[in-house]
């Protein structure tokens, strides 16, 4: 067990004042600062207040959050947090928003567990990161009990993820879609060599093998999340003979079912159209959209869950939700040709 | 919402009778209480203890048990079911075992939600079944908050499943050996079809194209979970030049070094083993087992969380827990031809 004692020792420093740094005391210069988390995230120093005897007061997560937006009901953050934050409270755990733009999460921002312990968070939530971005990188080797949505990073036994279960989702909209008669199915994705798009095409890939309907390759291709992507796409799909589009998200669903109607087609009539997520939108469109909801509240709940579980040291890796199929007017029997 | 008035009503008999049926009053013959529970959930008749406003003692969940040992601390099902009732009793919850060759079990076998109910059970785990059992069929479209280990039935919100994450498990042994140098790695399954059977040979196949290491039909074999089953594919496996064999238990694991040991070759000199679950006897082999560790009291305690989750509507499908390696000495650097 790495004590205090050992961290002055190694640093040639007073145990005050490696105490006073983890303490975040402000008469210690920054620079000590960072020299004694890091040497004690080194040395395997383990943070007491983790623990469950800590204080009420003290027990703090965080919610960090970049690229997604989440300040209205009609916006995918929105439930997720809502959800997190209502299952914390029923834990007597206290939450904090943290907007990665913010410069309170960029001033330590060259070490995660620096930042998480002088802030006296017990564990994180991180949401809307790219597996690009730098504090991704780092949650690889965290000792800090964290939470990812829709990223994977296997082998740290604090970091576990949390998503919809796509397989499932898929494989509900797919076999649905067979049943109405479809054969040419075509997907589009979200942005390129993301986790979840990758995860997402082979769940589609699979359930098209296993219900015995051919996979064609121009008929998935990658949308990138942005608005306006349908239209780099869609005529091709059209051209190909695709009678339904399983899409990523509900945003790049109503992209699409705007192109095919500017291309002067018809959503059921003549193409099937399915969205994922049943953002709160969704209902409205027109025609309104069959979609795979992902239930945001109850992801957020699982969250906490998880990361109430790694904090007591239960090695959770990934907490997978049931996937359901709200079946609205964008799908229709696929059109025979008479 | 479906009342009991509406059920007395459809079978044309007074709400008292249904009422008294719900609560298996001893004056209703067995008759009338089947074919009362039958048209409740039918109906979706919603029971209400299964809320959170019940009273503590009647918190009650149950372990149904079949095909697996856990009497004593050597056997696999010892800690799961240690895991879970010490996760139950800190949420105060009640835990019955139930072993499914219990008459008891079997008294209402036709109809798990009945059985569920009739017994005031809010949720059950169910371990070691079969996915041919009755009862595990029945689990398609029970309504009653049921986590399985080690199989996985979709498309149901109330059901879902514990596991340890078998890709990282046999990602870290499969990349431990390739670091030690090792090319000819032969995988022994345990029982064919299953779905845990099935996962496993997946990710092993998934993981030596991932690292580049070519995947030899003829070093994959089913070992079917049975004593000394490993008499049947050790001497294919040598003549085909495996320097590494990754088993699917460690009481396989253990078999494999009794064969390997008896037809004259050394383990790990000749040829390298590794288990799967890490059982207390597998430290102490000839020699000591290196395994892929399955924490069966956090799988326990998941499993309760899990179900906690399930019977407060939040749909969990799937938690996988960390998989860690555990390296001792049935395992070395491959053999070098000099």
């Not at 998503?163 to 942005?191: P, S």
């Not at 239209?231 to 589009?245: S, V």
Request: one cysteine or more; a negative charge; hydrophobic letters at 40%.
């Amino acid at each position: 067990m790495v004590t205090i004692k050992d961290i002055a020792k190694r640093l040639g420093v007073a145990p005050s004042t490696v105490s006073k740094s983890l303490n975040n005391a402000d008469d210690i210069s920054d620079e000590t600062k960072h020299l004694v988390f890091e040497t004690a995230l080194e040395m395997g120093y383990k943070i007491k207040r983790n623990k469950n005897n800590i204080g009420l007061a003290e027990r703090r997560v965080c919610i960090l959050i970049d690229n997604m937006e989440y300040e209205n009901h009609d916006q995918f953050g929105y439930d997720l947090i809502l959800g997190f934050k209502n299952a914390a409270t029923s834990r007597n755990w206290q939450v904090d928003i943290i907007p990665a733009n913010l410069n309170a999460f960029y001033e330590l921002s060259n070490n995660y567990d620096a930042f998480m312990i002088q802030n006296k968070y017990s564990g994180a939530f991180m949401i809307g990161f790219s597996m690009h971005n730098d504090y991704l990188q780092q949650i690889r080797r965290t000792r800090i009990p964290t939470v990812l949505f829709d990223n994977h990073i296997t082998e740290n036994p604090k970091v576990g993820y949390v998503a919809t279960d796509c397989y499932e989702g898929i494989g509900m909209a797919v076999k649905y879609l067979k049943n109405l008669g479809h054969k040419k199915i075509a997907f589009l994705n979200g942005t390129k060599n993301t986790m979840i798009s990758d995860e997402r095409i082979n769940a589609f890939q699979q359930i098209m093998n296993e219900l015995s309907l051919t996979v064609y390759d121009e008929l998935m291709e990658n949308g990138y999340y942005v608005p306006n992507c349908a239209k780099y796409h869609i005529p091709a799909f059209l051209r190909n003979g695709a009678t339904a589009i399983v899409c990523a998200s509900d945003l790049i669903a109503s992209d699409v079912i705007n192109e095919v109607t500017r291309l002067g087609y018809t959503v059921p009539d003549d193409i099937s159209v399915i969205g994922f997520d049943d953002l709160p939108f969704s209902a409205n469109l027109t025609p309104p959209l069959t979609t795979i909801k992902q239930d945001r509240l109850s992801l957020g709940k699982s969250a906490l869950i998880l990361l109430d579980g790694l904090i007591n040291d239960i090695p959770i890796s990934k907490m997978l939700l049931h996937a359901k199929l709200i079946e609205r007017t964008s799908s229709a029997h696929v059109k025979t040709n008479l």
